[in-house]
């Protein structure tokens, strides 16, 4: 059984309820972070100088 700071044991609405703002957070701070290395990646791979061909 899980318990509140209060001493209280949680129900489970407050369980889900905590769970939800839990996987929020980590949504809110995911998607801008996936972003941020999209660009990041797509700069690095776009930095090297092109192969030119020597015959």
Known sequence: M???PTGRPFDQIER???MLRFLA???VFAIP???AVSI???IIIQLPPGI???R
């Open 40 to 42: 990041i990646a797509f």
């Open 33 to 35: 972070t996936l972003f």
């Open 52 to 54: 030119t061909s020597r």
């Open 2 to 4: 899980s318990f509140s």
């Open 25 to 27: 957070k980590r949504l």
């Open 16 to 18: 889900l309820g905590l």
